[in-house]
């Protein structure tokens, strides 16, 4: 009869938790087993293992075969280590006394391991649960302010009251240079009157019609040269 080393499942879901067994490989996996060798629990952090050591090395030494979980669960209890350990002494590689302070020494050091990762977590986990206070903290602080903000009437802004004459002096001292006066406004330089129209010059008045030179009176018409009187005859 084949056996093997493989877990059973127990617990809720979401919460399951496993035995570890030594059962007929043909069995159900959550059918009859032939012995418990120890627990799992995988909801912790690192996992509880609580094991059999020396029943379960047995089985190891007798042939049982093992399931994925089941050989990285006694390869991390050092199960399987020492089982190797325990052949080096079949081969006359090592005897008993150096195999046993092997596995002391990889034990210590497995403690060792297992315990600092344990410390960090607990740390991790006291950081986290800190650092959710706070945020907490702050969102209820920050709530109050704006129940207070929206409580309080906002002050109605006094106006400025008006500078008086000293103080806008003081006022332009302080900027620079006061603001320059504009040069008085540039009169327009006297609209240039338009140069007298020109009138024109005194319409020619066109030169007294020459009034036709006296007309001509015709010379006294001239009177006959006293017609010759004949002399007396």
Do not use: C
């Amino acid at each position: 009869m084949a056996t093997k080393i493989r877990l059973q499942r127990h617990g809720k879901k979401g919460n399951a938790f496993y035995h570890i067994v030594a059962a007929d490989s043909r069995a159900p996996r959550d059918g009859r087993f032939i012995e418990k060798l120890g627990t799992y629990n995988p909801n912790m952090n690192p996992a509880l293992i609580d094991i059999d050591f020396d029943k379960t090395l047995n089985w190891i030494q007798d042939g049982a075969e093992m399931t994925d979980t089941a050989r990285a669960i006694l390869s991390y209890k050092g199960i399987l280590y020492k089982n190797h350990l325990i052949k080096g002494i079949a081969k006359g590689a090592l005897n008993e006394a150096q195999v046993e302070e092997k596995f002391a020494k990889w034990v210590e050091e497995k403690s060792a391991k297992v315990d600092a990762k344990a410390s960090g977590l607990s740390k991790a986990a006291d950081k986290a649960a800190a650092d959710k206070l706070q945020a907490e903290v702050d969102v209820s602080t920050a709530r109050a302010k704006e129940i207070e903000a929206k409580n309080t009437p906002a002050a109605e802004e006094a106006p400025a009251a008006e500078e008086t004459p000293a103080a806008e002096e003081l006022q332009q001292q302080r900027t620079p240079a006061a603001e320059e006066t504009p040069a008085a406004e540039e009169t327009p330089a006297a609209e240039e009157t338009p140069a007298a129209e020109e009138t024109p010059a005194a319409e020619e008045t066109p030169a007294a019609e020459e009034t036709p030179a006296a007309e001509e009176t015709p010379a006294a018409e001239e009177t006959p040269a006293a017609e010759d009187t004949p002399a007396a005859e």
